[in-house]
Protein backbone atom coordinates (compact mmCIF):
# COMPACT_ATOMS: atom_id res chain seq x y z
CA UNK A 1 0.00 0.00 0.00
CA UNK A 2 1.16 3.54 -0.55
CA UNK A 3 -0.65 6.69 0.55
CA UNK A 4 -0.63 8.80 -3.26
CA UNK A 5 -2.24 12.69 -3.06
CA UNK A 6 -3.70 13.47 -6.74
CA UNK A 7 -3.64 17.53 -6.65
CA UNK A 8 -6.07 18.40 -9.42
CA UNK A 9 -5.19 21.49 -11.56
CA UNK A 10 -7.60 23.81 -9.80
CA UNK A 11 -5.92 22.61 -6.56
CA UNK A 12 -8.36 20.07 -4.88
CA UNK A 13 -6.38 17.68 -3.28
CA UNK A 14 -7.22 13.89 -3.06
CA UNK A 15 -5.44 11.44 -1.27
CA UNK A 16 -5.61 7.50 -1.89
CA UNK A 17 -4.36 4.48 -0.28
CA UNK A 18 -2.99 2.15 -3.63
CA UNK A 19 -2.08 -1.62 -3.36
CA UNK A 20 1.28 -2.27 -4.06
CA UNK A 21 1.17 -3.76 -7.72
CA UNK A 22 -1.52 -1.70 -8.91
CA UNK A 23 -0.91 1.20 -11.19
CA UNK A 24 -1.39 4.52 -10.10
CA UNK A 25 -3.87 5.00 -12.94
CA UNK A 26 -5.80 1.99 -11.56
CA UNK A 27 -6.05 3.28 -8.07
CA UNK A 28 -7.31 6.57 -9.27
CA UNK A 29 -10.01 5.47 -11.50
CA UNK A 30 -11.37 3.02 -8.96
CA UNK A 31 -11.45 6.16 -6.20
CA UNK A 32 -13.25 8.21 -8.82
CA UNK A 33 -9.93 10.74 -9.11
CA UNK A 34 -11.28 13.24 -11.45
CA UNK A 35 -8.91 14.05 -13.78
CA UNK A 36 -7.23 10.39 -14.44
CA UNK A 37 -9.56 8.96 -17.24
CA UNK A 38 -7.57 5.73 -18.36
CA UNK A 39 -9.95 5.32 -20.87
CA UNK A 40 -7.54 2.16 -22.42
CA UNK A 41 -7.49 0.87 -19.63
CA UNK A 42 -3.48 1.05 -19.34
CA UNK A 43 -2.61 0.07 -22.39
CA UNK A 44 -0.57 3.30 -22.84
CA UNK A 45 -2.81 3.54 -26.00
CA UNK A 46 -4.84 6.74 -25.00
CA UNK A 47 -3.04 9.34 -23.09
CA UNK A 48 -5.88 10.01 -21.08
CA UNK A 49 -4.07 9.00 -17.68
CA UNK A 50 -0.98 11.71 -17.83
CA UNK A 51 0.45 13.02 -14.85
CA UNK A 52 2.92 15.38 -13.18
CA UNK A 53 5.29 13.47 -10.71
CA UNK A 54 6.54 15.99 -7.86
CA UNK A 55 10.17 16.30 -7.55
CA UNK A 56 11.44 14.21 -4.56
CA UNK A 57 9.71 11.04 -6.65
CA UNK A 58 10.07 11.78 -10.06
CA UNK A 59 13.75 10.84 -10.05
CA UNK A 60 13.40 7.75 -8.13
CA UNK A 61 10.88 5.98 -10.79
CA UNK A 62 11.68 3.71 -13.46
CA UNK A 63 12.71 5.79 -16.88
CA UNK A 64 9.53 5.38 -18.89
CA UNK A 65 9.59 3.16 -21.47
CA UNK A 66 10.10 4.12 -25.03
CA UNK A 67 6.16 3.74 -25.77
CA UNK A 68 5.63 5.76 -22.98
CA UNK A 69 8.21 8.29 -23.64
CA UNK A 70 6.56 8.49 -27.47
CA UNK A 71 3.06 8.84 -26.19
CA UNK A 72 4.12 11.77 -23.82
CA UNK A 73 4.68 13.74 -26.63
CA UNK A 74 1.23 13.86 -27.47
CA UNK A 75 -0.22 14.50 -24.10
CA UNK A 76 -3.31 17.49 -25.09
CA UNK A 77 -1.92 19.14 -21.77
CA UNK A 78 1.81 20.62 -21.79
CA UNK A 79 4.48 17.86 -21.42
CA UNK A 80 6.75 18.77 -18.82
CA UNK A 81 10.35 17.02 -17.44
CA UNK A 82 8.04 15.74 -14.35
CA UNK A 83 5.14 14.26 -17.03
CA UNK A 84 3.87 10.61 -16.49
CA UNK A 85 1.21 8.29 -17.61
CA UNK A 86 -0.25 6.70 -14.16
CA UNK A 87 -0.98 3.94 -15.59
CA UNK A 88 2.53 3.01 -16.38
CA UNK A 89 3.63 3.64 -12.42
CA UNK A 90 3.45 0.65 -10.46
CA UNK A 91 2.60 1.00 -7.16
CA UNK A 92 5.62 0.13 -4.24
CA UNK A 93 6.22 0.53 -0.33
CA UNK A 94 8.95 3.30 -1.52
CA UNK A 95 6.15 5.95 -3.22
CA UNK A 96 3.76 6.03 -0.08
CA UNK A 97 3.53 9.72 0.27
CA UNK A 98 4.46 10.60 -3.73
CA UNK A 99 2.21 13.84 -4.97
CA UNK A 100 0.60 13.99 -8.38
CA UNK A 101 -0.74 17.10 -10.27
CA UNK A 102 -3.24 16.32 -12.53
CA UNK A 103 -3.20 18.20 -16.18
CA UNK A 104 -6.19 20.80 -17.09
CA UNK A 105 -7.56 18.48 -20.00
CA UNK A 106 -6.86 14.82 -20.91
CA UNK A 107 -8.29 14.94 -24.12
CA UNK B 1 -36.04 -11.21 -3.50
CA UNK B 2 -39.16 -8.89 -4.52
CA UNK B 3 -42.11 -10.95 -5.40
CA UNK B 4 -43.26 -11.29 -9.29
CA UNK B 5 -45.64 -8.39 -10.37
CA UNK B 6 -44.43 -5.90 -7.86
CA UNK B 7 -45.37 -2.47 -7.88
CA UNK B 8 -42.48 -0.78 -10.06
CA UNK B 9 -39.20 1.02 -8.25
CA UNK B 10 -38.09 4.69 -8.49
CA UNK B 11 -38.22 6.42 -11.66
CA UNK B 12 -35.59 8.19 -12.64
CA UNK B 13 -32.78 6.98 -15.23
CA UNK B 14 -32.04 3.26 -15.98
CA UNK B 15 -29.29 1.30 -17.82
CA UNK B 16 -29.56 -2.13 -19.02
CA UNK B 17 -25.96 -3.25 -19.23
CA UNK B 18 -23.45 -2.56 -16.89
CA UNK B 19 -20.26 -2.71 -18.99
CA UNK B 20 -18.09 0.42 -20.60
CA UNK B 21 -20.62 1.85 -22.25
CA UNK B 22 -23.61 1.35 -19.55
CA UNK B 23 -20.89 3.18 -16.86
CA UNK B 24 -20.45 5.54 -18.69
CA UNK B 25 -23.93 6.64 -19.28
CA UNK B 26 -24.71 6.36 -15.61
CA UNK B 27 -21.36 8.54 -14.76
CA UNK B 28 -22.21 11.50 -17.35
CA UNK B 29 -25.75 12.10 -16.19
CA UNK B 30 -24.46 12.43 -12.96
CA UNK B 31 -21.55 15.86 -14.45
CA UNK B 32 -24.60 16.38 -16.42
CA UNK B 33 -25.94 17.70 -13.38
CA UNK B 34 -28.74 15.65 -13.23
CA UNK B 35 -30.02 14.88 -9.59
CA UNK B 36 -32.55 12.00 -9.98
CA UNK B 37 -32.80 8.52 -9.51
CA UNK B 38 -30.02 6.26 -11.57
CA UNK B 39 -30.05 2.54 -11.55
CA UNK B 40 -27.45 0.41 -13.00
CA UNK B 41 -28.28 -3.14 -14.26
CA UNK B 42 -25.42 -5.73 -15.26
CA UNK B 43 -25.87 -9.34 -15.30
CA UNK B 44 -22.88 -10.27 -14.57
CA UNK B 45 -21.38 -10.84 -11.03
CA UNK B 46 -18.16 -8.76 -11.20
CA UNK B 47 -18.55 -4.45 -11.00
CA UNK B 48 -17.98 -2.90 -14.75
CA UNK B 49 -14.45 -4.16 -15.66
CA UNK B 50 -12.21 -3.26 -18.58
CA UNK B 51 -12.68 -5.84 -20.99
CA UNK B 52 -9.49 -5.00 -23.27
CA UNK B 53 -6.75 -6.57 -20.87
CA UNK B 54 -8.72 -9.85 -21.35
CA UNK B 55 -6.78 -11.17 -23.99
CA UNK B 56 -3.58 -9.59 -22.93
CA UNK B 57 -2.25 -8.31 -20.07
CA UNK B 58 -5.35 -10.72 -18.04
CA UNK B 59 -4.39 -13.95 -19.80
CA UNK B 60 -0.38 -12.65 -19.60
CA UNK B 61 -0.96 -13.04 -16.02
CA UNK B 62 -0.04 -9.02 -15.52
CA UNK B 63 -3.06 -7.98 -13.69
CA UNK B 64 -5.68 -9.22 -11.14
CA UNK B 65 -9.63 -8.86 -11.37
CA UNK B 66 -9.62 -6.47 -8.84
CA UNK B 67 -7.48 -4.30 -11.10
CA UNK B 68 -9.27 -4.50 -13.78
CA UNK B 69 -12.58 -2.78 -12.35
CA UNK B 70 -13.42 0.83 -13.91
CA UNK B 71 -14.90 2.08 -10.40
CA UNK B 72 -14.86 1.26 -6.66
CA UNK B 73 -17.64 0.33 -4.94
CA UNK B 74 -17.83 3.78 -2.72
CA UNK B 75 -17.57 5.57 -5.85
CA UNK B 76 -20.96 4.40 -6.65
CA UNK B 77 -22.07 5.38 -3.41
CA UNK B 78 -20.79 8.93 -3.60
CA UNK B 79 -22.19 9.28 -6.73
CA UNK B 80 -25.21 7.67 -5.48
CA UNK B 81 -25.67 5.26 -8.66
CA UNK B 82 -27.27 2.35 -7.36
CA UNK B 83 -25.58 -0.49 -8.94
CA UNK B 84 -27.61 -3.99 -9.22
CA UNK B 85 -24.75 -6.97 -10.50
CA UNK B 86 -26.26 -10.68 -11.48
CA UNK B 87 -29.23 -9.41 -12.89
CA UNK B 88 -30.97 -9.10 -16.30
CA UNK B 89 -33.14 -6.65 -17.55
CA UNK B 90 -35.69 -9.43 -19.26
CA UNK B 91 -38.23 -7.43 -20.92
CA UNK B 92 -39.29 -3.49 -21.43
CA UNK B 93 -42.56 -2.26 -22.06
CA UNK B 94 -42.29 1.10 -23.53
CA UNK B 95 -45.54 2.38 -23.42
CA UNK B 96 -45.89 2.44 -19.28
CA UNK B 97 -42.39 2.75 -19.49
CA UNK B 98 -40.90 0.07 -16.90
CA UNK B 99 -38.31 -2.23 -17.49
CA UNK B 100 -39.12 -5.82 -15.86
CA UNK B 101 -35.96 -7.63 -14.33
CA UNK B 102 -35.51 -11.68 -14.45
CA UNK B 103 -35.64 -11.55 -10.11
CA UNK B 104 -39.49 -10.73 -10.81
CA UNK B 105 -38.76 -6.48 -10.16
CA UNK B 106 -40.02 -3.91 -12.06
CA UNK B 107 -38.40 -0.53 -12.45
CA UNK B 108 -40.22 2.52 -13.89
CA UNK B 109 -38.06 4.86 -15.81
CA UNK B 110 -38.37 8.42 -17.11
CA UNK B 111 -35.18 7.63 -19.63
CA UNK B 112 -33.74 4.45 -20.50
CA UNK B 113 -29.88 3.53 -21.76
CA UNK B 114 -29.56 0.02 -23.21
CA UNK B 115 -25.45 -0.67 -23.14
CA UNK B 116 -26.12 -4.89 -23.26
CA UNK B 117 -22.97 -5.30 -25.26
CA UNK B 118 -22.31 -8.03 -27.33
CA UNK B 119 -21.96 -12.03 -27.42
CA UNK B 120 -19.58 -14.41 -29.21
CA UNK B 121 -20.78 -15.95 -32.33
CA UNK B 122 -20.80 -19.46 -32.04
CA UNK B 123 -19.17 -21.76 -34.19
CA UNK B 124 -21.56 -22.86 -36.64
CA UNK B 125 -19.88 -26.55 -37.12
CA UNK B 126 -20.50 -29.55 -35.42
CA UNK B 127 -18.68 -29.71 -32.25
CA UNK B 128 -18.42 -26.32 -30.98
CA UNK B 129 -20.35 -27.41 -28.26
CA UNK B 130 -17.38 -29.43 -26.93
CA UNK B 131 -15.60 -29.32 -23.98
CA UNK B 132 -12.07 -27.20 -24.19
CA UNK B 133 -13.65 -25.08 -27.01
CA UNK B 134 -13.64 -21.20 -25.65
CA UNK B 135 -15.27 -17.90 -26.67
CA UNK B 136 -13.68 -14.93 -25.28
CA UNK B 137 -16.16 -11.94 -24.06
CA UNK B 138 -16.49 -11.95 -20.08
CA UNK B 139 -14.31 -11.88 -17.15
CA UNK B 140 -15.10 -15.84 -16.70
CA UNK B 141 -14.22 -16.65 -19.74
CA UNK B 142 -10.87 -15.18 -20.04
CA UNK B 143 -10.29 -17.17 -16.39
CA UNK B 144 -11.51 -20.62 -18.24
CA UNK B 145 -9.35 -19.69 -21.09
CA UNK B 146 -5.83 -19.18 -18.75
CA UNK B 147 -6.88 -22.56 -16.93
CA UNK B 148 -7.33 -24.32 -20.22
CA UNK B 149 -4.00 -23.02 -21.52
CA UNK B 150 -2.50 -23.96 -18.14
CA UNK B 151 -3.06 -27.41 -19.29
CA UNK B 152 -2.56 -27.13 -22.76
CA UNK B 153 -0.01 -28.98 -25.23
CA UNK B 154 -1.64 -27.38 -28.27
CA UNK B 155 -4.03 -24.62 -28.42
CA UNK B 156 -5.73 -23.90 -31.74
CA UNK B 157 -7.06 -20.46 -32.28
CA UNK B 158 -10.06 -19.96 -34.96
CA UNK B 159 -10.58 -16.81 -36.38
CA UNK B 160 -7.29 -14.57 -37.10
CA UNK B 161 -9.02 -10.89 -35.91
CA UNK B 162 -7.85 -8.72 -33.15
CA UNK B 163 -8.97 -11.15 -30.71
CA UNK B 164 -8.02 -14.82 -31.83
CA UNK B 165 -4.57 -12.72 -32.77
CA UNK B 166 -4.09 -11.70 -29.07
CA UNK B 167 -5.03 -14.83 -27.68
CA UNK B 168 -2.29 -16.77 -30.15
CA UNK B 169 0.00 -14.21 -28.43
CA UNK B 170 -0.65 -14.90 -24.81
CA UNK B 171 -0.41 -17.90 -25.68
CA UNK B 172 2.71 -18.38 -27.68
CA UNK B 173 3.56 -16.54 -23.98
CA UNK B 174 2.98 -19.68 -22.32
CA UNK B 175 5.05 -21.85 -24.53
CA UNK B 176 2.18 -23.24 -25.98
CA UNK B 177 2.24 -24.72 -29.62
CA UNK B 178 -0.19 -22.45 -31.15
CA UNK B 179 -2.18 -22.94 -34.73
CA UNK B 180 -4.13 -19.79 -36.02
CA UNK B 181 -6.74 -21.20 -38.94
CA UNK B 182 -8.42 -17.83 -40.73
CA UNK B 183 -11.08 -18.21 -43.19
CA UNK B 184 -9.83 -14.88 -45.25
CA UNK B 185 -6.96 -15.17 -47.52
CA UNK B 186 -5.49 -12.64 -44.71
CA UNK B 187 -5.37 -11.34 -41.02
CA UNK B 188 -7.40 -8.68 -39.53
CA UNK B 189 -9.18 -8.72 -43.11
CA UNK B 190 -12.17 -6.82 -42.66
CA UNK B 191 -10.11 -3.60 -41.02
CA UNK B 192 -6.78 -3.33 -42.06
CA UNK B 193 -4.88 -2.96 -45.18
CA UNK B 194 -2.80 -6.27 -47.24
CA UNK B 195 0.64 -4.68 -46.16
CA UNK B 196 -0.44 -4.98 -42.31
CA UNK B 197 -2.11 -8.22 -42.42
CA UNK B 198 1.26 -9.90 -43.75
CA UNK B 199 3.58 -7.77 -41.30
CA UNK B 200 0.95 -9.59 -38.96
CA UNK B 201 1.60 -13.13 -39.90
CA UNK B 202 5.16 -12.66 -40.33
CA UNK B 203 5.01 -11.18 -36.61
CA UNK B 204 3.03 -13.96 -35.40
CA UNK B 205 5.42 -16.81 -37.59
CA UNK B 206 8.72 -15.20 -36.49
CA UNK B 207 6.98 -16.11 -32.96
CA UNK B 208 6.60 -19.50 -34.08
CA UNK B 209 2.60 -19.35 -34.65
CA UNK B 210 1.79 -21.70 -37.53
CA UNK B 211 -0.45 -19.08 -39.09
CA UNK B 212 -3.32 -20.81 -41.84
CA UNK B 213 -4.76 -18.39 -44.12
CA UNK B 214 -7.65 -19.38 -46.42
CA UNK B 215 -8.23 -22.06 -43.74
CA UNK B 216 -12.57 -23.25 -43.65
CA UNK B 217 -12.70 -25.12 -40.68
CA UNK B 218 -15.24 -27.50 -41.64
CA UNK B 219 -15.46 -29.57 -37.55
CA UNK B 220 -13.86 -29.84 -34.28
CA UNK B 221 -13.84 -33.34 -33.21
CA UNK B 222 -13.91 -34.91 -29.68
CA UNK B 223 -13.19 -37.92 -27.52
CA UNK B 224 -15.02 -38.33 -24.27
CA UNK B 225 -16.76 -35.13 -24.96
CA UNK B 226 -13.73 -33.07 -25.23
CA UNK B 227 -12.48 -31.88 -27.95
CA UNK B 228 -9.28 -33.12 -29.30
CA UNK B 229 -8.95 -31.73 -33.05
CA UNK B 230 -10.02 -28.95 -35.55
CA UNK B 231 -10.71 -30.43 -39.05
CA UNK B 232 -10.58 -27.71 -41.97
CA UNK B 233 -12.25 -28.31 -45.63
CA UNK B 234 -9.45 -29.39 -47.10
CA UNK B 235 -9.39 -32.18 -44.85
CA UNK B 236 -6.42 -31.42 -42.84
CA UNK B 237 -6.46 -32.14 -38.87
CA UNK B 238 -5.05 -29.90 -36.10
CA UNK B 239 -4.75 -31.56 -32.92
CA UNK B 240 -6.00 -29.53 -30.17
CA UNK B 241 -6.14 -29.31 -26.40
CA UNK B 242 -8.01 -26.09 -26.25
CA UNK B 243 -9.95 -24.29 -28.82
CA UNK B 244 -10.45 -20.65 -28.53
CA UNK B 245 -12.60 -19.40 -31.63
CA UNK B 246 -13.01 -15.28 -32.04
CA UNK B 247 -14.72 -14.82 -35.05
CA UNK B 248 -16.57 -11.98 -34.59
CA UNK B 249 -19.52 -10.77 -32.08
CA UNK B 250 -23.33 -10.14 -32.10
CA UNK B 251 -25.16 -7.30 -30.76
CA UNK B 252 -27.50 -8.30 -27.96
CA UNK B 253 -30.24 -5.98 -29.74
CA UNK B 254 -33.14 -8.37 -28.80
CA UNK B 255 -34.32 -6.65 -25.43
CA UNK B 256 -34.66 -3.80 -28.03
CA UNK B 257 -36.44 -5.80 -30.95
CA UNK B 258 -39.06 -7.41 -28.74
CA UNK B 259 -39.78 -4.05 -27.85
CA UNK B 260 -40.40 -2.76 -31.28
CA UNK B 261 -37.61 -0.10 -31.24
CA UNK B 262 -35.80 0.27 -35.04
CA UNK B 263 -33.02 -3.11 -35.25
CA UNK B 264 -30.43 -4.28 -37.97
CA UNK B 265 -28.35 -6.40 -36.46
CA UNK B 266 -28.00 -3.94 -33.65
CA UNK B 267 -30.12 -0.72 -32.36
CA UNK B 268 -30.17 1.90 -34.61
CA UNK B 269 -28.87 5.51 -32.91
CA UNK B 270 -28.08 8.68 -34.53
CA UNK B 271 -24.94 10.60 -33.58
CA UNK B 272 -27.00 11.33 -30.35
CA UNK B 273 -27.04 8.34 -29.67
CA UNK B 274 -30.55 8.22 -29.92
CA UNK B 275 -33.09 5.21 -30.60
CA UNK B 276 -36.40 5.13 -32.56
CA UNK B 277 -38.24 5.95 -29.11
CA UNK B 278 -37.17 9.22 -27.66
CA UNK B 279 -37.38 8.11 -24.04
CA UNK B 280 -34.08 5.19 -24.84
CA UNK B 281 -30.77 5.56 -25.96
CA UNK B 282 -28.78 2.91 -26.71
CA UNK B 283 -24.64 2.72 -26.31
CA UNK B 284 -21.63 0.59 -27.51
CA UNK B 285 -21.03 -2.88 -28.61
CA UNK B 286 -24.97 -3.35 -29.05
CA UNK B 287 -25.28 -0.16 -31.43
CA UNK B 288 -25.25 0.14 -35.37
CA UNK B 289 -24.99 3.99 -36.01
CA UNK B 290 -26.42 5.87 -38.92
CA UNK B 291 -24.79 9.39 -39.59
CA UNK B 292 -23.87 11.78 -42.45
CA UNK B 293 -26.17 9.42 -44.61
CA UNK B 294 -23.16 6.97 -44.26
CA UNK B 295 -24.38 3.04 -44.46
CA UNK B 296 -25.42 2.14 -40.65
CA UNK B 297 -22.17 0.63 -38.81
CA UNK B 298 -21.28 -0.94 -35.59
CA UNK B 299 -17.85 -0.36 -34.34
CA UNK B 300 -16.88 -2.56 -31.26
CA UNK B 301 -14.47 -0.40 -29.26
CA UNK B 302 -13.92 1.21 -25.83
CA UNK B 303 -13.81 4.93 -27.40
CA UNK B 304 -17.09 4.07 -28.98
CA UNK B 305 -19.04 3.23 -25.89
CA UNK B 306 -17.61 6.30 -24.09
CA UNK B 307 -18.12 8.76 -26.45
CA UNK B 308 -21.86 6.97 -27.24
CA UNK B 309 -22.15 7.11 -23.26
CA UNK B 310 -21.54 10.60 -23.31
CA UNK B 311 -24.00 11.41 -25.81
CA UNK B 312 -26.81 9.36 -24.33
CA UNK B 313 -26.65 10.72 -20.75
CA UNK B 314 -27.32 14.52 -22.94
CA UNK B 315 -30.30 13.65 -25.16
CA UNK B 316 -31.86 11.68 -21.69
CA UNK B 317 -31.40 15.39 -20.35
CA UNK B 318 -32.54 16.65 -23.79
CA UNK B 319 -29.37 17.49 -24.96
CA UNK B 320 -27.63 17.55 -28.33
CA UNK B 321 -24.08 16.01 -27.87
CA UNK B 322 -23.15 14.37 -30.93
CA UNK B 323 -20.37 11.98 -31.14
CA UNK B 324 -18.06 12.55 -34.13
CA UNK B 325 -14.83 11.85 -33.71
CA UNK B 326 -12.91 9.64 -35.12
CA UNK B 327 -12.91 5.92 -34.21
CA UNK B 328 -10.29 4.78 -32.78
CA UNK B 329 -8.60 1.49 -31.79
CA UNK B 330 -5.49 -0.14 -30.50
CA UNK B 331 -4.09 -3.90 -30.03
CA UNK B 332 -1.09 -5.26 -28.10
CA UNK B 333 0.05 -8.19 -30.07
CA UNK B 334 3.53 -9.83 -28.34
CA UNK B 335 5.94 -5.97 -27.97
CA UNK B 336 4.25 -4.46 -31.12
CA UNK B 337 1.28 -1.95 -30.43
CA UNK B 338 -1.03 -1.35 -33.36
CA UNK B 339 -3.53 2.08 -33.01
CA UNK B 340 -5.71 2.99 -35.60
CA UNK B 341 -7.59 5.92 -36.40
CA UNK B 342 -10.64 6.16 -39.16
CA UNK B 343 -12.55 3.58 -41.26
CA UNK B 344 -9.91 2.86 -44.14
CA UNK B 345 -12.96 0.96 -46.39
CA UNK B 346 -13.19 2.63 -49.92
CA UNK B 347 -9.17 3.58 -49.95
CA UNK B 348 -7.69 4.16 -52.93
CA UNK B 349 -4.41 4.90 -51.58
CA UNK B 350 -1.94 3.97 -49.04
CA UNK B 351 1.62 5.51 -47.99
CA UNK B 352 3.64 3.69 -46.01
CA UNK B 353 5.48 6.40 -43.32
CA UNK B 354 8.69 4.49 -41.16
CA UNK B 355 10.03 1.10 -41.29
CA UNK B 356 8.48 -2.15 -41.53
CA UNK B 357 11.68 -4.04 -41.49
CA UNK B 358 12.80 -2.33 -37.84
CA UNK B 359 8.53 -2.46 -37.07
CA UNK B 360 8.19 0.95 -36.79
CA UNK B 361 5.74 2.45 -39.18
CA UNK B 362 2.09 4.00 -39.68
CA UNK B 363 0.01 3.05 -42.93
CA UNK B 364 -1.42 6.29 -44.07
CA UNK B 365 -5.02 5.35 -46.16
CA UNK B 366 -6.70 8.24 -48.52
CA UNK B 367 -9.58 8.36 -50.78
CA UNK B 368 -10.20 10.62 -53.45
CA UNK B 369 -7.19 12.26 -52.40
CA UNK B 370 -8.55 12.88 -48.84
CA UNK B 371 -6.54 11.04 -45.61
CA UNK B 372 -9.18 8.69 -43.75
CA UNK B 373 -7.65 6.54 -41.98
CA UNK B 374 -3.75 5.79 -40.22
CA UNK B 375 -2.82 2.39 -38.85
CA UNK B 376 0.09 3.06 -36.45
CA UNK B 377 2.33 -0.03 -36.02
CA UNK B 378 4.76 1.15 -32.41
CA UNK B 379 4.73 4.67 -34.37
CA UNK B 380 2.29 6.29 -31.19
CA UNK B 381 2.89 9.84 -32.21
CA UNK B 382 1.49 9.47 -35.94
CA UNK B 383 -1.62 7.36 -34.18
CA UNK B 384 -1.95 10.48 -31.62
CA UNK B 385 -1.55 13.51 -34.33
CA UNK B 386 -3.54 11.38 -37.07
CA UNK B 387 -6.56 11.56 -34.34
CA UNK B 388 -6.04 15.18 -34.44
CA UNK B 389 -5.52 15.85 -38.10
CA UNK B 390 -8.95 13.55 -38.66
CA UNK B 391 -11.08 15.01 -36.22
CA UNK B 392 -9.93 18.58 -37.53
CA UNK B 393 -10.59 16.89 -40.94
CA UNK B 394 -7.04 18.75 -41.84
CA UNK B 395 -6.13 18.78 -45.60
CA UNK B 396 -2.87 16.31 -45.94
CA UNK B 397 -1.66 14.89 -49.19
CA UNK B 398 -0.16 11.63 -49.58
CA UNK B 399 3.34 13.56 -50.75
CA UNK B 400 3.49 15.05 -47.14
CA UNK B 401 2.72 11.72 -45.68
CA UNK B 402 5.94 10.12 -47.31
CA UNK B 403 8.10 12.61 -46.83
CA UNK B 404 9.15 11.85 -43.44
CA UNK B 405 11.02 15.95 -42.99
CA UNK B 406 7.01 16.77 -43.19
CA UNK B 407 5.88 17.11 -39.61
CA UNK B 408 2.66 15.70 -39.06
CA UNK B 409 2.46 17.81 -35.26
CA UNK B 410 2.59 20.76 -37.05
CA UNK B 411 -0.07 20.30 -39.49
CA UNK B 412 -2.49 19.45 -36.71
CA UNK B 413 -1.65 22.66 -34.84
C1 LIG C 1 -11.20 -9.78 -25.13
C2 LIG C 1 -11.58 -8.42 -25.63
C3 LIG C 1 -10.58 -7.53 -26.02
C4 LIG C 1 -10.91 -6.25 -26.46
N1 LIG C 1 -9.90 -5.39 -26.82
C5 LIG C 1 -10.22 -4.13 -27.17
C6 LIG C 1 -9.20 -3.17 -27.47
O1 LIG C 1 -8.00 -3.47 -27.42
N2 LIG C 1 -9.58 -1.91 -27.77
C7 LIG C 1 -10.89 -1.53 -27.83
O2 LIG C 1 -11.18 -0.35 -28.10
N3 LIG C 1 -11.88 -2.41 -27.58
C8 LIG C 1 -11.57 -3.70 -27.26
N4 LIG C 1 -12.58 -4.58 -26.98
C9 LIG C 1 -13.98 -4.16 -27.20
C10 LIG C 1 -14.54 -3.38 -26.03
O3 LIG C 1 -14.29 -4.04 -24.82
C11 LIG C 1 -16.05 -3.24 -26.25
O4 LIG C 1 -16.26 -2.58 -27.47
C12 LIG C 1 -16.71 -2.47 -25.13
O5 LIG C 1 -16.58 -3.17 -23.91
C13 LIG C 1 -18.18 -2.25 -25.43
O6 LIG C 1 -18.83 -1.72 -24.32
P1 LIG C 1 -20.37 -2.00 -24.11
O7 LIG C 1 -20.78 -1.24 -22.90
O8 LIG C 1 -21.09 -1.79 -25.37
O9 LIG C 1 -20.45 -3.56 -23.84
P2 LIG C 1 -19.84 -4.40 -22.66
O10 LIG C 1 -18.65 -3.75 -22.06
O11 LIG C 1 -19.71 -5.77 -23.21
O12 LIG C 1 -20.99 -4.38 -21.55
C14 LIG C 1 -22.27 -4.91 -21.76
C15 LIG C 1 -22.74 -5.52 -20.46
O13 LIG C 1 -24.14 -5.69 -20.49
C16 LIG C 1 -24.45 -6.95 -19.95
N5 LIG C 1 -25.81 -7.32 -20.41
C17 LIG C 1 -26.17 -7.80 -21.61
N6 LIG C 1 -27.52 -7.97 -21.67
C18 LIG C 1 -28.01 -7.58 -20.48
C19 LIG C 1 -29.32 -7.52 -19.92
N7 LIG C 1 -30.39 -7.87 -20.63
N8 LIG C 1 -29.46 -7.08 -18.65
C20 LIG C 1 -28.38 -6.70 -17.92
N9 LIG C 1 -27.12 -6.74 -18.40
C21 LIG C 1 -26.94 -7.16 -19.66
C22 LIG C 1 -23.34 -7.82 -20.44
O14 LIG C 1 -23.23 -9.01 -19.71
C23 LIG C 1 -22.15 -6.89 -20.22
O15 LIG C 1 -21.69 -6.96 -18.91
C24 LIG C 1 -12.28 -5.87 -26.54
C25 LIG C 1 -13.28 -6.77 -26.17
C26 LIG C 1 -12.95 -8.03 -25.72
C27 LIG C 1 -14.04 -8.99 -25.33
S1 LIG D 1 -4.69 4.45 -19.32
FE1 LIG D 1 -4.45 4.75 -21.43
S2 LIG D 1 -2.43 5.43 -21.60
FE2 LIG D 1 -2.68 5.16 -19.47
Known amino acids: MAKITFISHDGAEQVVEIPTGWTV ?3 AVQNGVDGIEGEC ?6 ATCHC ?12 PSQTEEEMLECTSSERKPNSR ?8 PELDGMTLHLPETQS | MAPAMAEPETGGMVVAGAGQGGLQVAESLRAEGYTGPITLIGDETQPPYHRPPLSKALLNGEVTDAQLGIRGLDFFERQ ?6 GVRVSSIDRAAQVVRLDDGRCLSYDGLALATGSRVRPLPVPGAELEGVFGLRTLDDAHRIGAALDAAERVVVIGGGFIGLEVAASARKRGRTVTVLEAAPRLMARVVAPFVSDFYADLHRSHGVDVVLGAQVVALEGSGGTVTAVRTADGTVYPADAVVAGIGIIANDDLAV ?7 RGIIV ?5 TSDPRITAVGDCTVRIADGAAPRRLESVQNAVEQGKAAAAALLGRERPFTAAPWFWSDQYDVKLQMV ?3 SGHDRIVVRGSPAERRFSVFYFRDGALIAIDSVNRPPDHMTGRKLLDKRVPVTPEQVADESVQLAALAR
Not at chain 1, 52 to 63: Q, R, W
Not at chain 1, 85 to 92: A, E, M, N, R, W
Not at chain 2, 258 to 264: E, Y
Open chain 1, 41 to 46: GGSCAC
Open chain 2, 270 to 274: DDCAR
Open chain 2, 342 to 344: GLS
Open chain 1, 52 to 63: YVDETFAGTLPA
Open chain 1, 85 to 92: LSCQIKVT
Open chain 2, 258 to 264: AAGLACD
Open chain 2, 80 to 85: RITLLT
Open chain 1, 25 to 27: MQG
